[in-house]
């Protein structure tokens, strides 16, 4: 993972996210611009192990 790829929280969630700073454990992920007007939109910080690429599947 690189900052600026898009993610998902897991394997079948729907919003996707792009990662806007990176360490060697953590992510600070954003709402990709099609989430970004949503109600309670904001960036967070979260653990790299569970994020995967916005392009898998959930099937």
């Known amino acids: 993972m690189q900052t600026g790829d ?7 969630g729907v919003t996707t996210f792009e990662i806007t700073e990176l360490d060697d454990t953590h992510a600070t992920i954003t709402p990709s611009e099609t989430h970004a007007d949503a ?16 392009n ?3 099937h």
Do not use: S
């Open 39 to 54: 109600p309670g939109a904001y960036p967070f910080r979260i653990l790299r192990a569970g994020l995967v690429p916005a």
């Open 6 to 12: 898009r993610v998902k929280l897991h394997a079948h």
């Open 56 to 58: 898998t599947e959930g």
